[in-house]
């Protein structure tokens, strides 16, 4: 059976959000991605396949090493995204803000 992944399906799982971060800053291999869990290594396996197959990360071949890494284009289709949520819901917080200020003033 062939499962079609969703990106947000894919970053609602902490230790998946946690090797987007590890390998933000530069590529990794597999095994230097999980020793940064205390899970086992087909574990982590599993979570790299997933973030690949949602083409949240890429993968490049070294020699015998397969180094993962941030797929930006991807990255910034999710950001792009969410940006009108995080906007409405700062434009929320600051008319809340601002209506407790008003009403500190007045006490």
């Known amino acids: 059976m062939n499962l079609r992944r969703d990106v947000f399906q894919a970053i609602a799982d902490p230790t998946r959000r946690a ?3 590890l390998v933000a800053s530069h590529a990794m291999t597999a095994g230097a991605i999980a ?3 205390d899970t086992a290594r087909p574990t982590i396996s599993k979570h ?3 973030l690949t197959e949602c083409e949240l990360l890429a993968q490049q071949q070294n020699g015998r090493e397969i180094h993962y890494h941030i797929n930006a284009k991807k990255m910034k289709e999710v950001a792009d995204f969410i940006e009108p ?3 409405m819901w700062d ?3 600051n008319k809340l803000e601002a209506v407790m200020k008003n009403y500190q003033t007045k006490k």
């Open 19 to 21: 090797i987007l971060l």
């Open 48 to 50: 790299l396949q997933i």
């Open 85 to 87: 949520f995080r906007q």
């Open 35 to 37: 020793t940064n869990f």
């Open 91 to 93: 434009d929320r917080f």
